[in-house]
């Protein structure tokens, strides 16, 4: 269990655009609620399950469990 603080920033222009470094992200939501938020997503070949609670302030509480994902 770890404690998130959402944090925001402005990106000022658009040279970000130039890269070409890239990874695959895939998620999708099994709940999402206003006590908690299920989340999976897969990055590359890995797998992560996230739950997420309920947002206090400006922090949650955060679990998130990984695996490797098959090819």
Known sequence: ???EIERKF???GDSW???S???LYRQGYLNSANERTVR???IAHKG???VKGLTVGCS???FEY???CPR
């Open 1 to 3: 269990m770890s404690k």
């Open 10 to 12: 402005l990106v000022v």
């Open 17 to 19: 655009k130039k890269e």
């Open 21 to 23: 470094i890239g990874v």
């Open 40 to 42: 999976v997503r897969t």
């Open 48 to 50: 992560f399950l996230t």
């Open 60 to 62: 949650r509480l955060v």
């Open 66 to 68: 990984n695996s490797l």
